[in-house]
């Protein structure tokens, strides 16, 4: 069993900032990837930031320049500090990690329960 427990949402206004945290524990052999997803209101689940235990980042379009993915990986915990938030970045931010678990080094694709971030005035 992996666990991810988020933290960090809340209300902000536009042009504020939020750093969103996400800890993974459990049976844990290797975390492959960490990053957030991010569903708005009557909008699909989209990508927002990864993470790959290589090195390798990938943010959304619509947030590059304004949102930084960082992990400290002796914690098992990744963050997305969100700078310039504007109202179209109101949804519910969801944690998402590719873990190897142990004993059987099978990947398993684990998710947060979501955190609420609202950019509003």
């Known amino acids: 069993q992996v666990q991810l427990v988020e933290s960090g949402g809340g209300l902000v206004q536009p042009g504020g900032s939020l750093r969103l945290s996400c800890a993974a524990s459990?049976?844990?052999?290797?975390?492959?990837?960490m990053g957030w997803y991010r569903q708005a209101p009557g909008k699909e689940r989209e990508l927002v930031a990864t993470?790959?235990?290589?090195?390798?980042?990938n943010y959304l379009d619509a947030v590059k320049g304004r949102f930084t993915i960082s992990g400290d990986n002796a914690k098992n915990t990744v963050y997305l500090q969100m700078n310039s938030l504007k109202p179209e970045d109101t949804a519910v931010y969801y944690c998402n990690a590719d873990v190897s678990v142990r004993v059987s080094y099978r990947s398993v694709e684990v998710w947060g329960q979501g955190t609420l971030v609202t950019v509003s005035a």
């Open positions: 993470r790959r235990s290589i090195g390798t980042i």
């Open positions: 459990g049976s844990i052999f290797r975390i492959n990837a």
